[in-house]
């Protein structure tokens, strides 16, 4: 059993950044890819970035390439998505997710666990 919970969410103005966190509790997060996803009113749950077990691979959706970055520190059991440069369009419920496998996924029905969200609203 993996639980996650998300902290760094809030309102910005557009142009600005946020640093979200996802800790994990548990002694085998490494052995966990993991994925931030978000949520927007109406639309369907999407891919933002996904990161490998050891960090070595990343895969950030084209709709945030260049400005949003995932990182992880296995040591402490976190996962991190740094936001720069937000949009209005970025406002959604984020949410990460752990996966039993060496690799992300940006599909949320792979993943295992999730958290319960952050909400992330940007204003123009």
């Known amino acids: 059993q993996v639980q996650l919970v998300e902290d760094g969410g809030g309102l910005v103005q557009a142009g600005d950044s946020l640093r979200l966190s996802c800790a994990a509790s548990?002694?085998?997060?490494?052995?966990?890819?993991m994925g931030w996803f978000r949520q927007a009113p109406g639309k369907e749950r999407e891919i933002v970035a996904a990161i490998s077990r050891t960090g070595a691979r990343t895969y950030s959706a084209d709709s945030v390439n260049g400005r949003f970055s995932i990182s992880r520190d296995n040591a402490n059991n976190t996962v991190y998505l740094q936001m720069n440069s937000l949009k209005p369009e970025d406002t959604a419920v984020y949410y990460c997710?752990?996966?039993?496998?060496?690799?992300?996924?940006?599909?949320?029905?792979?993943?295992?666990?999730w958290g319960q969200g952050t909400q992330v609203t940007v204003s123009s």
């Open positions: 548990g002694r085998t997060f490494g052995s966990y890819a």
């Open positions: 997710a752990a996966r039993l496998t060496n690799l992300g996924s940006p599909i949320p029905r792979e993943y295992d666990y």
